[in-house]
């Protein structure tokens, strides 16, 4: 047996130790969550701010676009409504789930 067998000979020994250690001495995972916790935290992350900041860049983009006659009025009316549409999502589910 060559010194570079018994190295990874040694190697593979040392890296079976930890697997099996690790397999016996595994904690829960904190990670674990239900799925609807999960959405309610995304859906606070985008009503907080992130939504709001979003539909101005995108009035302001149209806006600008518009103004300089490449936008027409249909993409100007079309924002509007997506963001209407945004905002007023939980309201909307509400109201059609009972």
Not at 4 to 11: C, H, S
Not at 35 to 59: C, D, M, Y
Not at 72 to 84: Q, S
């Amino acid at each position: 047996m060559t010194a570079w067998q018994r190295k990874v000979g040694r190697l593979l020994t040392l890296f079976g130790i930890v697997a099996l250690t690790s397999l016996f001495s595994a904690d829960p995972a904190f990670a674990q969550t239900n799925l609807e916790s999960f959405g309610q935290s995304v859906l606070n992350l985008l009503s907080n701010g992130l939504l709001r900041t979003l539909a101005i860049i995108a009035l302001i983009a149209v806006g600008v676009g518009w103004l300089r006659g490449r936008v027409n009025t249909e993409a100007l009316v079309t924002v509007i409504i997506g963001i209407a549409i945004m905002f007023s999502a939980p309201w909307i589910v509400d109201q059609l789930g009972g």
